[in-house]
Structure formats: structure tokens, C-alpha cells
């Protein structure tokens, strides 16, 4: 396992400007990650070049982007798509009898998810297939993107691609037990994982959230070697999770979301960036803090960590900075309830000695158990209602806190990455967040 690698030093100024190219390998989404890293490159003046996942045909079929989701695309990113389909996985990819994985899921009862039994083989067809699709798609890709990277410029790559949850009606209610589950609805990670399908999903997940990561370093060989060539910087950056420390009582503490289970692909995320690294490569995976965007929306809990923030601000100078961000955070409390009450909330969640054996970074990834699970459940329940409107929560405004300050960690720390691996944890996302004021 990879040894917990904190970043505690404030990186210093990045070089990059106009001219040189950022690379964005996953599509933005409103709340997502990528939003503070983008916004850093448009800051210092790179051209910003994107991907896309393509989209599915109501027949299952992968199609690149309409001439209207382009136009609308290459406006929120603020740069251009390469059109060419590059979504990760294979649920839908066929195997020789032209049996794909979801249609092995179809057939499965709802009571018996636990005891089905999949086609082994046929799947491994289906990963070999999706892997062929997805490869042969990026050697496309990447012959447009040699054109529009010049010879003789720094160029950075985003790595943002996670998730691969198999498009299966039957998946969604099991792994709202798992994920929301308590009570007579708790549904054990572990016993999950073990089934066909939990094996599925951790096959899925290795090859979108990590595996793609290692075709990017592969197949912008020609890019790289150009481009370092000619004296310039080639750098690959990767969002990671691994846990994170933030403040409990006053003392920063590792602890983690409890079942995260793409937790084993975040941790071949970042074998394969060390391995890179040690060829030379300039690839760093960042672990990153828990915030709240469209993929972590179904894990009710991950939020409970993020409300720390507020306290590790006032922690590493406090001033304007955490008046800017507690004021707008009081905003949406409801009345009668206090930033203070929120962090108190917190803070008794995050020091419950029910939690000690789950704080154990060795151990990590855990899976969950009845006591915990509905301790997390209602906790964040609890410090959800206090925000006036469930649809602008304190949550969101902290989140977007969060990635703001792990973009410009990251677009600094890519100048000059020491590391194939690094945390961000809440101590230098409070500095930064303070410093840039
Ligand atoms: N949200 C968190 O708490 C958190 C914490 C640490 C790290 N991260 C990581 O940050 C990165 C961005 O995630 P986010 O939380 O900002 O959410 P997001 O939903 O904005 O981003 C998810 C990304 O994954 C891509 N993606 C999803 N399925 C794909 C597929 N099948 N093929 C190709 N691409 C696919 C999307 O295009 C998008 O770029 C991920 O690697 C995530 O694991 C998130």
C-alpha cells in the first residue's frame, strides 16, 4: 500500500501560460473536481482541450456528442472536444455470443441478487472488448490531439474518469441498501462484494477509475516524448481518495467514508502512477478531500467530513477568508441553528469512539456494519436539516471551497510534482484557501 504522503508545504507558482496546453481526460460537470483545475489553466492563459464520453442510443448504441451537446460542451469547458466516444468500461459491451453484462443482470430477481451466478467467461470477453473499443478510440483521439498540441509547449493531463456501475435496474436498489441502507434495509458492503455482482462492479470500477488512467500515459507516448524533447513539461494529474485528515477536536486525524468501495480501484489508481513515475513519467495521483458532486451524490455521509473545513479555516488564519465562507454558509442554515452547532454535530460524529476502528489507515478500504451505518445515516440527517432548502445546502458552498483550492494545489504542484502520489488534505486546502484571499 502506498504510503500516506501528506502535502504540507504550500506548492510554489506554476510557469505555465499562454500557449501551453491543458488536457482534460473526463467531462466537466457543474460541481465536479475539474472546475478548479480548469479555472486555473484558463487563468494562466493555457489552451484547453477536452474529451468526451459520448453518449447512449436508446439502443444501447455509443454515439459521440450531437452537433448541439458540442457547442453547448465546448462552452462550459471553454475549449475544444475531440468528438470521438471515450466511455470507460464494458457493461454494454458485447461478449462472442453477444451477450453483454447488463443483459446477464437482467434475468436476476430481486430477492435473489445475492445468490445469482454470472457468466464468467462471457464477461471477460466483454472487458476485452470494452477494453478494444475504448483503446482503438483513443488512438483516434490521440492523432487529433497530436495537431493541436504544437511541438515546444508545456502540456497538462487531468485524469478525472471514476465510477462504472453497471447500467442494471437490479444494481441501484441493492446499492441503495448498501450505501442508505439501516435497520432491517442495512445491507452489509462486505456481503455485497463477495456476490457475482459485487465482483462485477469491482471489475468495472478498475478499469474506468483506474486502467484508464495507464491507456492516457500510454497513448500520449508521441505527445510526451515530443514535447519533453524539446525541453517542455508533460505532466499527469489524478483524482484520487484514500481518506483524509481533517479537524477532530483540534487535532487533524485521518478517517474515511465507510463503504467506500472503489476504494481498491483508487488504489490500483495509484500503483499505476508510481509505476509511471518510476519509468519517468510525471504522473501524480491526489488524493483529495470529500465534497459533494454528482458522483458522490449517492453516498449519503461523505459530507459529514467536509464540514471540518469551516474549523480548520479559523485553524490556519481564520480572517476574511472564513468570515467570507461562514457567512455564506450561515446564509442557508436555518434559523435558530449556528455554524457552531454544525461543527459540534460534526465534530461528536467524527470522535464517536464507534468509529475508532474505522479511523485505521492500514485497514482502509473498510467495509460497513449495521452500528455504523446507522450512526453515519442519521447523523448526516440530522446536519442536513439544518440548511433551510435540502437544494442549497452548506455542503455545496464548502464543496465548491474545496475544489477551487485543490485546483490551484494541484495546477502548482504539477510544475514541479515531487510525487507519484500526494494527500490534500483539509490543513493545506485551509492554507491555500486563506493565502489566495
Ligand atoms: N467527490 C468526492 O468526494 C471525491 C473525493 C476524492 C476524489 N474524487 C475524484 O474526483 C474525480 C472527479 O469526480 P467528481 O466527484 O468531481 O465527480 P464528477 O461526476 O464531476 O466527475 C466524474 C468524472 O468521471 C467521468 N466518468 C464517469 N464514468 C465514466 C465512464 N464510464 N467512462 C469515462 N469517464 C467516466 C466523467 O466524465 C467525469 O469526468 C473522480 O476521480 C473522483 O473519484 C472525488
Known sequence: MTKFNPLRTLPGPAGYGKGDVFVLFGELFGRGYANGLVDEARKSGMTIIGITMGRRETDGSLRPLTDEELVESEKVLGGKIINIPLEAG???????????????????????????ELDWAAIEQSRMAGIARFTANLAKVMVEMESLIPDGVNVLFSHTMAGGIPRARILMPVLNRVFKGQGERFTSSEVFWKTDLGKLCST????????????????????????????????????????????????????SYTPYLQGWAKMRLEEIATAA????????????????????????????????????????????????????????????????????????????????????????????????????????????????????????????????????????????????VYWLNHDIVARELVAGE
Open 90 to 116: 464494458f457493461d454494454m459491451d458485447r461478449s462472442v455470443s453477444g451477450i453483454a453484462p447488463v443483459d446477464q443482470l437482467k434475468g436476476i430477481k430481486s430477492d435473489a441478487w445475492d445468490s445469482a
Open 204 to 255: 468495472c470500477f478498475d478499469e474506468v477509475t483506474a486502467n484508464t488512467f495507464q491507456h492516457l500515459i500510454d497513448f500520449s507516448r508521441p505527445v510526451r516524448e515530443r514535447n519533453e524533447s524539446s525541453g517542455k513539461k508533460v505532466a499527469y494529474t489524478a483524482y484520487g481518495y484514500h481518506g483524509c485528515e481533517v479537524l477532530i477536536g483540534d487535532v487533524y486525524t485521518w478517517q
Open 277 to 420: 513515475w518510476e519509468r519517468g513519467v510525471r504522473a501524480t495521483v491526489f488524493n483529495c478531500p470529500e465534497i459533494q458532486t454528482n458522483s458522490s451524490a449517492l453516498f449519503l455521509g461523505v459530507e459529514i467530513s467536509l464540514y471540518p473545513l469551516l474549523a480548520a479555516l479559523q485553524r490556519e488564519g481564520g480572517g476574511a477568508c472564513f468570515e467570507r465562507v461562514a457567512a455564506a454558509c450561515s446564509e442557508l442554515l436555518k434559523e435558530g441553528t449556528t455554524i457552531q452547532g454544525l461543527l459540534v454535530g460534526a465534530d461528536r460524529y467524527l470522535a464517536a469512539s464507534l468509529l475508532k476502528p474505522f479511523h485505521v489507515f492500514s485497514s482502509w478500504p473498510q467495509h460497513n456494519t449495521p452500528d455504523q451505518s446507522a450512526f453515519m445515516l442519521n447523523s448526516a440527517t440530522s446536519m442536513l436539516e439544518m440548511n433551510k432548502d435540502s437544494k442549497n445546502i452548506v455542503c455545496a458552498e464548502l464543496s465548491r471551497a474545496v475544489f477551487q483550492a485543490v485546483g490551484r494545489l494541484i495546477h502548482r504542484t504539477s510544475w514541479k510534482p515531487g510525487a507519484p
